[in-house]
């Protein structure tokens, strides 16, 4: 079940600090995209969003948009207005995609977390990356029935997440 288990918990991303990621010697945040930084469909970051990536920078924490969206574009285009680098089509729950990613910007798996809002892809991948993991509540489910099918599957796992430690 530790597979399946968050090592922290937070309500959003706007919780997570680059002074408290800082202090547990985090350099790389690895994020996914779609109802974590944003809710599905928001083409563009807002100011909010950069000045978070811009607080997690200046305590040296890099952002790392990590997305298992199959449309190429997507990623690439918010990464781009985001200014930061990313992998789309990532494959999460495998971990390849993470080691790139750690390659990429230097840093190794215990000086990185993952923020996600999916327990199957995001909590998992991480896990057996090693790296470590955070879980938000998804920003908003409408839309897709199938979304709603797959956080009701997670409830159980979310709750054993509630052991994990507040950001």
């Not at 998992?124 to 790296?131: D, E, P």
């Amino acid at each position: 079940m530790a597979l399946f288990r968050a090592g922290f918990l937070a309500d959003d991303i706007y919780q997570i600090t680059g002074q408290a990621l800082k202090r547990r010697g985090i350099r790389l945040l690895l994020a996914d995209l779609d109802n974590t930084l944003v809710p599905y469909g928001v083409p563009l970051p807002d100011e909010k969003l950069k000045a978070w990536r811009d607080e997690l920078a200046a305590h040296g924490v890099s952002l790392f948009i990590l997305s298992n969206n199959r449309h190429e574009s997507r990623p690439r285009t918010f990464a781009q207005e985001l200014d930061v680098p990313y992998i789309g089509h990532a494959g999460k729950p495998k971990t390849a995609s993470f080691y790139a990613a750690m390659e990429r910007m230097g840093v190794a798996p215990e000086q990185t977390a993952l923020v996600g809002d999916q327990i199957f892809t995001d909590v998992m991948g991480g896990n057996r990356a090693g790296v470590a993991t955070i879980l938000v509540k998804p920003i908003r489910l409408a839309g897709n029935p199938g979304r709603y099918l797959r956080y009701a599957v997670e409830v159980p796992l979310r709750l054993l997440s509630h052991g994990g430690e507040k950001l």
